[in-house]
C-alpha cells in the first residue's frame, strides 16, 4: 500500500505529523506532497524539524495568492504527481486550499481521499475554510472524525455512516509527544528567552490571522482597544504573516507594538509555543488548531470569532466566543485572571478530542480498508437494489450492531426524542427513530 499526504500550511503540517509517524511505523510506503503554501521558515521548515518529520519528496511552491490561483496551482501540481505515483489513498486534512485542491484532483482520478479532521461546520459561507471543508468532504473516501458531534453533521448531510471513522483530534496526539519534550528542552527561541519567559507571570498568549478578523480594520482596531486595558498581563503575539502585513498597511502595527505590556514576536517554533501555552492564563485566539490545544492543555481560551466550527470546545466550558467585541474580550479576560472559581471551572473542562491516539485510529482504518479492497474506486457493477431510506421507531432494546445485522441494513441516524445520535454498534436503540438503508445481500 502506498499512501500520499498533502499538506501545505503550519497547522497540516503539526495536525499530519502524528500520522507520517504512524504510517512509518506501519512501514507503509509514503510520500508526502507540500503545496508551499506556507513558505517561510518560521512558518514551515522549522515544523519539520521540531516535530522531526521528513522533508516532503515534492514541494509545488503555490506561494501566495488569490485562493482562485492557489487552488489552480496545486491541482495541476497534486495531479501530476498522483498520475506519477498512484497511491492507493491520498489523506488531506482540516479546511486549507490544500484540502480542496487535493481532494477535487482525486475525485477525478478516481483516487480514494481520506479526510483527516472530517465534519467540522461554521455554518459560515462567508469563510474560505467552509467551503473547503465541505467541497472535500463530497469528494472524499474515509471521515477521521475528531468528535461524535462533527460526525452528526456529516450525517445531517446525508453522507453515509459506513465510511465515518470516530477517532480524536490528531492535535491531541502531536499536544502530547512534543509537550514533554519541549518541557525538558526549555525555551530556545531568541525572543522568549530575552522575555525571560521562566519567570514571567499573567500570560496570555494572543494569536490571530483569520481574514475575517485581521482583514478588517475595525475589528482589528476593536481587539486592539482592548489589548490596552489588559495592563495586568503580560501579552505575547508571535505575529502571522498575514497579520503583521495587515497592521501595518492599516497604519496599526506601532501603536500596538509601543505598549509596554505587548510583546510581539516572530511566529515561533512548535515546541516553544507548546511550552508558551501551557504556561499561560489564557489564551486569546482566533486559530482553530489553539482552540483545541487550549482544552487539551487545560488553559482557559477566548476566541475571537462569533461562530466556531469546535463548538465542543464551548459546550464543554473551555472556551467562551468573544468576537472583536472590546467588552466581551475585557470582561472575560478580567474573571479569568481575578476569579479563581471561574478559571479553575474553565481550566477543568473535559477534552472532547481523544486520548492521543488518533493516528493509530486512522491508519488502522486505512489498512482495513486497503484490505478489503475499498479503496478502489470504480463504477459500480451490482444492479442497485435499495432505492429508499426507511425510517421507524423501535420500541425493544436492541443495539445497532444487533439491528444491523439482524435487519441487513445499515443505519445512517437515530434520533431520541430530543437530539440526534451518532449511531454507535453498542447504542441501545429503544424508544429512537432511525434512519436506515436495507440490503439484500
Ligand atoms: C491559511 C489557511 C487558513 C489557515 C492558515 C494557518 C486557506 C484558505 N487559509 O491562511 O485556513 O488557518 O493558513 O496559518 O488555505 N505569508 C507569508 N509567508 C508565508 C505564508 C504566508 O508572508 O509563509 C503571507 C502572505 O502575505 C500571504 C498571507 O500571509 O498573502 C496569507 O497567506 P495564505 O496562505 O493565503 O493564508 P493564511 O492567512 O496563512
Ligand atoms: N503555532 C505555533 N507557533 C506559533 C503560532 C501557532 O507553533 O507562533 C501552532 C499552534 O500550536 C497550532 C497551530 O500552530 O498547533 C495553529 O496554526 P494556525 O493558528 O496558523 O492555523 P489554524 O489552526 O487556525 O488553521
Redo the contacts with the bound molecule.
Sequence with gaps: MKIATILG???EI??MAPIIDEIKENNIDQIIIHTGQHYDQEMSDN?FRDLEIPTPDYNIHVGSGTHGKQTEHMMEGIEEILLKEKPDIVLVQ?D?NAVLAGALVCGKLHIAVGHVEAGLRSFDMTMPEEINRRVADICSTMYFIPTENSAINLLSEGFSRKNLIITGNT?VD?CFRHLEIAKKRGFEEESLKNLDMNNMENILTL?M??AENVDVKERVSNIIEALKELGDMNVIF?I?PRTKNMLEKFGLFDELNNLKHVHIVK????LD??LL?SKSTLIL??????QE?AITLNVPALTLRYNTERPETVTAGGNILVGSNKKAILENATKILNDKDFADKMKNAINPYGQGDAAKKTINAIKKYYEKGLLNISAPEEIMTSFKRKMTQITENITVNEFESNEHSLIHMAFDGEEMRFPKDELNLNGMIIFYDKYDN
Design positions: 500550511t503550519r497547522p503539526i495536525k515544523f482540516g486549507t492535535v502531536a494569536t490571522h483569520r508571535p502571522h511566529p515561533i517554533g512548535y509555543f507548546l501555552t485566539t482566533d486559530s482553530g488548531g489553539l490545544e
